[in-house]
Every structure is written in C-alpha cells, then in structure tokens.
C-alpha cells in the first residue's frame, strides 16, 4: 500500500516568512495529491491539490510543487500570516485502495 | 446543503462496552470513509464504503470493529467491547465519486474516550 512521509513535525516561523513543508510518497501509481489544514478541534479541510500530469499549483499565497520521479510533494506558504498556524497535512491516492492515505502533520506555528 | 453530520461528537464509554458512531454524508455523496486520528498523529485510514457496499476495509482492525453504510440512513462506525487504547478521534469524510477524483469533506469527528 502507499506510505506517506511528512517533513518536519513542528515547524515555527516569523509572521511574514515563508514556510516550507515536504511529503514523499512510495507507490508511483498515486496521481492525486491533496493537502489539508486542520485548526485545534476542527475539521481537516482541503486548501489546494494537484494531480499527477501537473508539476505546479498556485492559489495566492498557496502552493504546491510535484516532482513524480523522487516521489515528492511540497507544500509553500508565502507571507504567512497568525491565522495560518494549524496542522497541515499531505495525502496521496495510490493504484490500490481508493482512500486517501495521509501523513502524520507538520504544526505550523506563525511567530507575531 | 449541510456539511457531513458527524454525531455524537463526544462519546464516553467503558471497557468493554460498545461504542456507535454515526455518519451522513453531505447530499448527494455516495462515497464515505472513516479515519481514525490519535493525539498528534495524522489521520489513519480504516474502511471506505458506498451505499451497501464495503469497498476497502483494510485499515480497519479484524477484531471489533465493522461498518456499514445501509441504503437508507447514516453510515454508522461499530467498535464492539472497547479498550483503551480506542480512545481517539474519528473522522468521517464523504464525496460525490471517490477519493481520487477530488476533495473529501470532513464531518467535526466524533471523540471517543474509554474509561
């Protein structure tokens, strides 16, 4: 089944900075990859996703890069602001099983 | 259109008792999934089901656990004689045609803790 790795658990940074988060993947037959941004005792929600015949998604200050061959998605955040501080998760969809397999998070935190 | 209804959202048991949570998917899905999701962990997949139909239980524990999703009514998650170790949040998610074909909405979660 597909295994996904998510980098790093905890990451903090300057409001205004940029933030970085990496997933990597293992079953090369995933073509769908979202991420999702949950806050403390909320629902996770979808915040932008690519599929696998693209190499580049922008959604204002969102976005994300895909490179199939390393088998790795990344997630960028640019001039982050407070409200951007939660849990954010990777997912990837492989040939088997139609669920979404998830990675363990990375908790962004915005320093003021 | 309402979102995904989980209920309850707060469950408190007892070893050994069983513990039920429900599901209805936003109007109009026919795929649900549930996720289970520990303090600090990401969001493990259990079981996807379409109406009537279990079409991948393979994160679900053998022991325990079922699911269904009848043709009327919510889906509903079983955990039969519940230990502590079951403690945790679990998440429902729907979609109008599968997981690969775009997003999953997510219901608030349904937090059982096992006493």
């Known amino acids: 089944g597909e295994n996904v790795e998510q980098h790093p658990s905890t990451l903090s940074v300057q409001e205004g900075d940029s933030a970085v988060i990496k997933c990597t993947y293992s079953d090369s037959a995933s073509n769908y990859f979202p991420w999702y941004k949950q806050e403390l005792g909320k629902r996770p929600q979808l915040i932008i996703d690519i599929r696998s015949n693209v190499g580049e998604k922008k959604d204002q200050r969102i976005a994300v890069t895909l490179n199939k061959t390393a088998k790795h998605f990344s997630l960028h955040i640019t001039e982050t602001q407070p409200e951007d501080s939660a849990v954010y998760f990777c997912?990837?969809?492989?040939?088997?099983?139609?669920?979404?397999?998830f990675g363990k998070g990375t908790h962004l935190i915005i320093q003021p | 259109n309402a979102g995904v209804m989980q209920n309850p959202r707060h469950l408190v048991r007892r070893r050994g008792q069983e513990a039920r949570l429900r599901c209805s998917p936003m109007?109009?899905?026919?795929?649900v999934y549930w996720y289970r999701q520990l303090p600090e962990e990401g969001l493990k997949f259990m079981v996807y089901l379409q109406k009537e139909n279990i079409i991948d239980e393979s994160g679900m524990p053998k022991e325990r656990f079922s699911a269904e999703f009848p043709k009327e009514g919510p889906s509903i998650l079983r955990i039969q004689q519940v230990v502590r170790g079951d403690s945790a949040a679990y998440f429902c998610?729907?979609?109008?045609?599968?997981?690969?074909?775009?997003?999953?909405?997510f219901g608030e979660g349904s937090r059982l803790t096992v006493l």
């Open positions: 998610a729907s979609s109008p045609s599968g997981a690969r074909s775009g997003e999953l909405f």
């Open positions: 109007k109009g899905h026919s795929h």
């Open positions: 997912a990837a969809t492989g040939g088997g099983a139609d669920g979404l397999t």
